[in-house]
């Protein structure tokens, strides 16, 4: 596609539902990046892939968050058991590859508001 | 450890009004500084790479410049339409993901 993009656009859930954020990539980029943006702060890392692998989750915030890659395209970012400090927007950029350096594109992001 | 720091938080202009964006930062090998511009509800857009010291470059009124320890994001002659909040961000000395600064909001007023 000509852009990241993201899906859904705005999602209000209950305490304690599951939620899944979907990313589709700039095609033919092999790097996917997820990270979080809450009001106020500033992007916080949470996840990379290269290719369907996930080299770094370091910024994973507990288990109740996971992701994974498909066909080395399509990402989703799932968080199980969800509490209201996980409201906020869930951005997903790609990049061609994953060498530092290069340039990443962010798709809008998925807005998450838990109640 | 804070790698990158934006100054100031916040910048309120007017229009015609030039200033400049600071950020400073902390890696040992540096591999790329970017700048993006974020406006309210959308993700950040890319705006520049710069990868040596005195390596400038420029987009209508905007214009990046690096040092060895920093960069400026110079806007000349602002106009309303610039009002966003300007990122900047570098790869770590280890790791992938770009580490990001928290952003200067900057506001031009007409």
């Known amino acids: 596609g000509a852009g990241v993009s993201q899906s859904p656009s705005n999602k209000v859930t209950e305490k304690g539902k599951d939620v899944e954020l979907r990313c589709d990539p700039i095609?033919?980029?092999?790097?996917l990046y997820w990270y979080r943006q809450s009001l106020g702060q500033g992007l916080e890392f949470l996840i990379y892939?290269?290719?369907?692998?996930?080299?770094?989750k370091s910024g994973l915030p507990s288990d109740r968050f996971s992701a994974e890659r498909t066909g080395g395209s399509v990402s989703t970012l799932t968080i199980q058991r969800t509490q209201q400090e996980d409201s906020a927007v869930y951005l997903c950029?790609?990049?061609?590859?994953?060498?530092?350096?290069?340039?990443?594109?962010f798709g809008e992001g998925s807005w998450l508001t838990v109640v | 450890e804070d790698q990158v720091t934006q100054s100031p938080e916040a910048l309120r202009l007017q229009e015609g009004e030039s200033s400049s964006l600071n950020c400073s930062y902390t890696v040992s090998g540096l591999r790329g500084l970017f700048w993006y511009r974020q406006d309210p509800g959308k993700g950040p857009e890319f705006l520049f790479t710069l990868y040596s010291a005195g390596e400038e470059k420029e987009k209508e009124r905007l214009k990046a410049t690096l040092t060895k320890k920093e960069s400026f994001l110079h806007i000349t002659a602002p106009k309303p339409e610039d009002s966003a909040t300007y990122l900047c961000a570098v790869p770590p000395d280890s790791g992938y993901a770009l580490n990001f600064g928290k952003g200067t909001s900057l506001l031009v007023t007409p």
């Open positions: 095609s033919g980029h092999t790097a």
């Open positions: 950029a790609s990049s061609f590859t994953g060498s530092s350096g290069n340039t990443i594109y």
């Open positions: 892939f290269q290719g369907n692998s996930a080299p770094d």
